[in-house]
């Protein structure tokens, strides 16, 4: 049997019990292969890879195709399409944007509005946890209702939507032995997507959301939403190339193992780095018609977002808006110094990806500037500095991962968190005569040197 027939009689439940074992020894690939990493030389270990690029063109993993039309009523079986919203459906943001503003107008009460806004950003995301958990202890957290995050913004977003009592659980996410696990070899990760695009299991990320979004936080969020508070996240649809937004609240508010178990496939989308987390695809209706979505991480198209793409291009202004507080927390640097990428694949790759991550946050960020400006809110935002001794967005090393937390949390346990724009920028353009006192400045106080 050669391996394209193996995998067309996996994909088939018919096959039999033969298969069934064939695919519990496939399930065992990735420890194999770990073992095949250390005992092979590296040119041995490159022709396997690329053995393993060239059979993956034969690869057949079912699925239904997506929905036709770019812009559709297409929902999860048992939803409504007001879930979700893509983020250049310009009918839909006209007659979901008013309930969405009058809600969090409600849930603040005769108080200005609070947003936060959570960036993607991979281990980075420890430094915008401890940033949150800083906030609590100086008294200075900001009841927020209106909540976005994307990828491992997404993660936290639940947390920061329930607000402090739920401090303790933020702190097992990024500092216990589960997230230890997203560790990855990057060149492991893309053959294991080579051979098995959609996994042979539950991935590392969807062990991680199942042990630690629980039935009690969803419900929890229900309960919240109730007020009127809003938790939006980011998936990229791959079909349409777009941005999806999730109502999460929503999604809670609907209640039951269907709701719960959606709630967590979207966090799962939203943190799925291509190339290291298989896709996740969603079965969705459209009247009669039954289709499949594939998502992956938010990123992919949007690092970070305050509203639809479509609220920035149209002439929309919403006085309710006027004085409220919007936050971002950039769980990553906006700046580099300039570090030698080595003549090799995988680094460039790796150097590449990180390049254009920083571009579209920043103008992501523009984007949210021009808005604030527009609605006439209050802008602040912090990150991690250019001096902070970065490390790979894909370490989930349990050092590392505390070292970031940390540093949040005791920046913002010191009041020395949150920046202006204007001020961010001025200070990732500068130049310091020694930059090593620098170092582990806050985001604050080394910003606020640079005025």
């Known amino acids: 049997m050669s391996i394209c027939n193996a995998e067309r009689s996996i994909s088939n439940p018919a096959s039999g019990s033969a ?4 695919f519990m020894a496939l399930a065992d690939l990735p420890r194999i292969i770990a073992m095949l990493k250390k005992a092979m030389p590296r040119l041995h270990w490159m022709v396997l890879l690329l053995g393993a690029v060239t059979l993956s063109g034969c690869a057949l993993t079912p699925r239904r195709p997506p929905p036709p039309d770019l812009i559709n009523d297409a929902a999860p079986d048992g939803f409504t399409s007001d879930i979700r919203i893509l983020t250049v459906d310009r009918a839909r943001f006209a007659q979901q944007s008013p309930i969405v503003i009058s809600d969090i107008r409600r849930a603040a ?20 946890a401890g940033a949150l958990l800083g906030l609590t202890q100086a ?14 913004g997404a993660l936290i977003a639940p947390f920061a939507f329930l607000g402090p009592d739920w401090d303790p659980q933020l702190r097992k996410v990024f500092s216990g032995g589960d997230i230890e696990h997203l560790q990855h070899s990057m060149t492991l990760g893309l053959l294991a997507r080579v051979l098995f695009p959609l996994g042979t299991g539950r991935s590392s990320l969807a062990e991680l959301v199942d ?20 938790l939006f996240v980011a998936t990229t649809d791959l079909d349409s190339q777009e941005t999806m937004l999730w109502d999460m609240s929503a999604i809670a508010l609907h209640g039951g193992p269907a709701a719960h178990a959606l709630f ?23 009247g009669s018609k039954v289709y499949d979505e594939m998502h992956v991480d938010g990123d992919v198209t949007t690092p970070l977002f305050a509203a639809p793409l479509i609220a920035h ?31 090799n694949t995988i680094k460039v790759m790796a150097s590449s990806f990180s390049a254009q991550l920083t571009y579209k946050t920043r103008d992501a960020l523009g984007l949210i500037l021009d808005l604030t400006r527009r609605d006439h809110m209050n802008f602040l935002l912090t990150e991690i500095p250019v001096e902070y001794p970065f490390g790979n967005f894909l370490d989930f090393s349990r050092g590392h991962l505390n070292r970031l ?6 920046c913002a346990a010191q009041a020395q968190l949150w920046t202006t724009p204007e001020q961010s920028l001025r200070h990732n353009l500068s130049r310091y005569a020694d930059e090593a006192t620098m170092r582990t400045a806050c985001p604050g106080a080394s910003l606020q040197a640079s005025r």
């Open 139 to 152: 008294h200075a957290r900001p009841q927020f209702e209106l909540v976005t995050g994307v990828s491992a």
């Open 405 to 410: 937390l940390d540093y949040g949390e005791g």
């Open 19 to 22: 298969n069934r074992s064939l």
């Open 109 to 128: 009460g005769k108080q200005p509005i609070n947003i936060l806004v959570l960036s993607g950003g991979g281990a980075s995301g420890a430094f915008g």
């Open 211 to 230: 042990h630690n979004v629980t039935d009690a936080m969803i419900d929890a969020v229900a309960r919240k939403a109730t007020q009127g508070n809003k």
């Open 264 to 286: 967590r496939k979207v966090l799962i989308a939203s943190a799925s780095i291509p190339g290291v987390f298989p896709p996740v695809l969603f079965h969705v209706r459209d």
């Open 313 to 343: 291009i149209l002439p929309w202004e919403n006085s309710e808006l006027k004085g409220a507080n919007l936050y971002v927390i950039v769980n990553g640097r906006l700046a580099m110094q300039p570090v030698e990428t080595p003549v």
